[in-house]
């Protein structure tokens, strides 16, 4: 069965100060990898997805993330975050043809401080 | 604009009552699901559909039923057996053309007991 995990309950960054949020997964085959975010009282947002090729990712709002498969990892960075990045992050990992689920995280709630 | 509707997006339940949660998509979307989102457990998944007339159940079914008459359309009803209701649920729908499509989500409607 697939299974991701977000080690990190919650963060705090300052504000322009470099991010990453941790991803690990567990899945017998290539995975389908995503990074999504939530906003209080609101729904998910897709920040940028990894299906194959090249292992570094590009999303919205300044976010990228790196797939390493030797590591089971897909974490997620950015180099300067600003006051509008805090929100809940959810990594999320689907399976191939015939397994359209996705298995979501606990998430990482992420703080920022000026 | 297109998107996914959730209504209402508070709701509360008697005890006994069995209770439904609205979601509309002008996505054309094939594929949508529900998911029950409870603090510091990420998202789990109740049912999905990838058809119209067709459903699946989830990790988390027991308690709630679905329908999917009509291909923008997926009510969820919270039964009476559903004993610890109170939660965040989501919708979400994919168009459902492959695997690796990500999934959209509507804005939630939050759940609680009287």
């Known amino acids: 069965a697939q299974s991701v995990t977000q080690p990190d309950i919650h963060i705090t960054v300052s504000e322009g100060a470099s991010l990453e949020l941790r991803c690990n997964y567990s899945y017998g085959a290539t995975p389908y990898l995503f990074w999504y975010v939530q906003s209080p009282g609101q729904g998910l947002q897709l920040l940028l997805k990894?299906?194959?090729?090249?292992?570094l990712v590009q999303g919205i709002k300044g976010f990228e993330a790196e797939f390493k498969r030797s590591q089971s990892s897909f974490n997620l960075r950015k180099p300067s975050v600003h006051w509008s990045d805090a929100a809940e992050y959810f990594c999320?990992?689907?399976?191939?043809?015939?397994?359209?689920?996705?298995?979501f995280g606990t998430g990482t709630r992420l703080t920022i401080i000026p | 604009d297109g998107g996914i509707t959730q209504s209402p997006k508070y709701l509360f339940r008697k005890e006994g009552q069995n209770v439904t949660l609205s979601c509309e998509q002008n996505l054309n979307h094939d594929a949508m699901y529900w998911y029950r989102q409870d603090p510091g457990q990420g998202l789990r998944l109740i049912y999905y559909s990838q058809i119209v007339n067709d459903f699946q159940k989830g990790d988390i079914a027991e308690g709630y039923s679905v329908s999917r008459e009509k291909k923008e359309s997926f009510p969820l009803t919270v039964t009476s057996a559903q004993k610890n209701p109170t939660a965040f649920y989501l919708c979400?729908?994919?168009?459902?053309?492959?695997?690796?499509?990500?999934?959209?989500f509507g804005d939630g409607t939050r759940l609680s007991i009287l």
């Open positions: 999320a990992v689907g399976g191939g043809f015939g397994n359209e689920k996705l298995t």
């Open positions: 990894y299906f194959s090729g090249d292992t």
């Open positions: 979400a729908s994919s168009s459902g053309q492959g695997y690796n499509q990500p999934q959209h």
